[in-house]
């Protein structure tokens, strides 16, 4: 096997959301149904209503959006509407891919919202342009500020169009830091159509990362050796296969490789769905994007993509990338952090939290599980604090309208 792809197997396995523990009993030569099922094909299994919607960017990006209502329903258009934004080389699926009456997804679906589920540029559902075919090289120039810049407020703006009200955002991860971004640059288009925000792994700048593996995967020889070879995506879909199979050789592996990069413990996670998620993760992104989440864990600072002196003159008129600004966040945040967290790190959350001087309201609630815990944790209590923020700002509203 050359570098290249011993580099993407793990990548692949390392940034899965899942957790093999080397004692698992897991039958990966059996795989569950729901494994190799799209979004689409897995509501209709699950028979929960759903429409597929096609978002274009303004810089000509179409994404693939998901809107989903409670099972046994029909698509209702008085619901309050809710975007859930999954993170780095994810995809909508992983938010529904727990037990079906924990997976925070359907969760959200079966308590009476209105949930659309976002896929960002350049994953398995979000591969079509304008003008670019995926296989060119323009369509993979993008890391999480273009997500941040155009992906959002697209998105908003057709949610508010269709819905016909303010949107409760929840990001996970990336999802996250996209929302900082968009709101520190005051961006009309998300504020004026943002009814809540809540921040689920929340991540600003990257300082305390735990994970050993994590840091070197993502360091910036790995990921500029990687676009050296010629490679445009990172954790691409098609990879899905080799991981797959490399898990079902070796369980064992996988349990090693993950337990020394994440932070998911089977003492709190669902382990069980591992051999479903198999068949859905990595989802894809851009070996750009990769690159600059290894700058921000380098710099430890939360800025721009750093595309050189040259490039940073020409793009931003400075010879440093511009610094978000997080200070400038005037909107109320909800913060929901892991103790456990090795990727966004309790200590790097409090830095951030300490960051938003300027927002009126910014609230941290704790759990004791780590990252990837706010998918596939068994105990999925948390999601009753995040129905609790919907309904006051809900009722928020209902008094504002009367």
């Known amino acids: ?51 597929t919607h096609y978002i274009t960017t303004e810089d000509g990006y179409i994404l693939t959006f998901f809107r989903i209502q409670a099972k046994n329903s029909t698509i209702q258009s008085n619901l309050p509407a809710v975007y859930f934004q999954h993170g780095l080389g994810d995809s909508s699926d992983t938010i529904c891919l727990n037990n079906e009456e924990i997976a925070p997804g359907l969760m959200i679906a079966n308590a009476g919202y209105d ?33 941040a810049h155009y992906d959002l407020p697209a998105a908003f703006e057709y949610i508010k169009k269709v819905t016909q009200q303010k949107i409760h955002y929840i990001g996970h991860s990336q999802g996250t830091i996209v929302m900082f971004m968009a709101l520190a640059r005051k961006d009309s288009k998300v504020i004026n159509n943002l009814k809540s925000y809540i921040a689920l792994g929340a991540v600003g700048k990257l300082c305390n990362i735990k994970s050993k593996l994590f840091s070197n995967l ?71 994007n990769a690159r600059h989440w290894a700058q921000n864990s380098r710099d430890k600072e939360f800025r721009y993509f750093d595309y050189g002196k040259l490039g940073n003159l020409k793009n931003y008129g400075s010879v440093l990338p ?9 909107f109320p945040i909800h913060i929901f952090a892991g103790l456990t967290d090795e ?33 596939f944790a068994k105990n999925m209590s948390y999601v009753n604090d995040v129905f609790a923020i919907f309904k006051h700002y809900d009722q928020n509203q209902i008094q504002l309208e009367y």
């Open 1 to 51: 096997m050359n570098l290249k792809i011993l580099i993407f197997a793990l990548a692949a396995i390392s940034f899965c959301r899942c957790y093999y523990p080397t004692n698992a009993k897991i039958d990966y030569t059996k795989l569950p149904v729901l494994t190799n099922m799209t979004f689409p094909e897995m509501m209709k299994y699950l028979n929960y209503p759903m429409e």
């Open 115 to 147: 949930l659309w589920l976002g896929n960002s540029r350049g994953n398995r559902y979000s591969m079509n342009h304008t003008i670019y075919s995926s296989n060119d090289t323009q369509f993979w120039q993008f890391t999480y500020q273009h997500i």
């Open 322 to 330: 511009p610094q978000i600004q997080l200070q400038d966040i005037d």
């Open 343 to 375: 990727l966004a790190p309790f200590d790097d959350v409090q830095i951030l939290k300490n960051s938003l001087t300027g927002s009126p309201n910014v609230t941290l609630n704790i759990y004791p599980f780590g990252h990837a815990s706010f998918l």
């Open 218 to 288: 993502a360091s910036l020889p790995v990921i500029d050796a990687i676009i050296a070879s010629g490679a445009q995506q990172f954790f691409p879909y098609k990879n899905k296969q080799f991981t797959s199979i490399l898990c079902t050789i070796s369980p064992q592996l996988c349990g090693l490789t993950l337990e020394a990069l994440m932070d998911l413990d089977d003492s709190y996670d669902n382990i069980d769905r591992m051999n479903i998620l198999v068949g859905h993760c990595p989802a894809g992104t851009s070996t750009l």
